[in-house]
């Protein structure tokens, strides 16, 4: 019987490699941009709203004291449902 030597210049390996490696990037891209549904809602943090908003985290705490955006505070962090950014998006567009 005969082995084959398999070492990291060999072709097969260098294949693996690089499957693993895009494997590894497409983890750190999905774990970066996934949002778990709660209810069937898609809850923002409060960076991925000033993002969306281009706003500053202050006035997106003004937003919250003026109650012109609506949050859910669960164990101290502050959450916004994606559904509520569209509405107040929606209902402030302008033509």
Known sequence: MEYETIN???????QLISGIQEISRCLREIAQT?????GGEI????RDVCERLFVSPRTLQDYR????IPYT??????????????QLLQEN???
């Open 8 to 14: 990291k210049e060999t072709l097969e390996m260098k």
């Open 34 to 38: 996934h949002r778990p549904l709660f």
């Open 43 to 46: 809850y923002l943090t409060g």
């Open 65 to 68: 004291d003026k109650e012109i």
């Open 73 to 86: 505070k669960i164990a101290g962090k502050i959450l916004y449902r994606l559904s509520d950014i569209n």
């Open 93 to 95: 567009h302008r033509r």
